[in-house]
């Protein structure tokens, strides 16, 4: 069994009544501040359904980004940005204010704008990432912006980093990343890795797919969670 699924949660539950309908598939990428004890900056959200593509390379997002199959969002704060590592204030924060009403004053904004949109798909929905603090910041920008209650039943977390680890599937985030290489949006900003990632899960090999999406596990509080809300 491919590992990774289960990092956040303790124990298996009975979903029939829960997950009634087909889950609606994310694929989720973050930048945060520092790799010990970092702080998100940004996070972007894209449909993985064949034929969805948010945003086209090489165009302002004004133009091209489908709000119907994205999400993104970053955190406008000077002190935050001082304390920032090197690498993400040579690459990535150089990349920020390029994406229309993304701006947030705090990671609270940041939190309620995401659950907003989130809790507006009618769908159970199943959160595609590669790295473990990506779902960390996630979940932690719901909990503080009031919002991670109302979804928890409607997510599962999908670690998806040992399912794309083939040649066709590093090829097809090769292809994304060039295909947006001198544009407005590059490589090291989230919603431009959330679409390369949602090009390899498109890749995977299906019994690879079948065999993690058939573990419908609903999200249980972290432990991130808890101590956040002591």
């Known amino acids: 069994m491919l590992k990774g699924l289960t990092h956040w949660f303790s124990t298996k539950q009975d979903t029939s009544t829960a997950w009634s309908s087909e889950p609606e598939l994310l694929a989720m990428d973050t930048e945060f501040s520092q790799f010990r004890e970092g702080e998100l900056l940004s996070i972007g959200l894209v449909g993985v359904g064949p034929g ?10 004004s133009q091209s ?3 119907r199959h994205a999400f993104y969002g970053e955190v406008h704060d000077a002190v935050l940005w001082q304390r920032s590592s090197d690498f993400c204030r040579q690459i990535v924060l150089p990349q920020f204010g390029r994406v229309p009403a993304a701006r947030c004053s705090s990671l609270r904004e940041l939190g309620g704008r995401l659950g907003d949109w989130l809790l507006a798909r009618h769908r159970p929905l199943m959160l595609c990432y590669d790295y473990k603090l990506d779902w960390r910041f996630f979940e932690q920008a719901l909990v503080v912006a009031g919002r991670w209650d109302a979804l928890k039943p409607k997510l599962m977390a999908l670690d998806i980093a040992d399912a794309t680890t083939s ?8 292809e994304t990343m060039q295909a947006f290489a001198g544009g407005p949006l590059s490589q090291h900003h989230a919603l431009v890795d959330a679409m390369a990632l949602a090009a390899q899960w498109r890749q995977a090999s299906e019994p690879v797919r079948l065999s993690l999406t058939a573990q419908f596990i609903p999200s249980q509080d972290s432990e991130a969670t808890r101590l956040a809300r002591q």
């Open 167 to 174: 040649e066709a599937c590093r090829q097809a985030a090769a």
């Open 52 to 61: 969805i593509a948010p945003l086209e390379p090489g165009c302002l997002p």
């Open 65 to 67: 980004l489908d709000a």
